[in-house]
């Protein structure tokens, strides 16, 4: 009688290997997805009001504005952004 080099398990053996590759795998990147998670979670959003502008200017492009509003929304949000246009 013969025997395989897995000894006893047979074929169950590189069925658990793969099992277990599998587990860590998803270890690592469920850890690499919480702490990007958390990194974005924790920084401050500065970008609120050049959002507003971009959607202005973009607005103001497609025509759904006039010369007027977008000048007089250009002010309010750069007044709000303590004089800054990006």
Known sequence: ???????????????????????????????????????????PDHSEGADAMEVASRRYARGELTREEYRRLRDELTSSQGGTVS
């Open 1 to 43: 009688m013969m025997r395989d080099d897995w000894g006893s398990m047979g074929a169950a053996m590189p069925i658990m290997m793969l099992i277990m590759l599998l587990f860590w795998v998803a270890i690592i990147v469920g850890s690499v997805w919480l702490v990007r998670w958390a990194w974005t979670r924790s920084r």
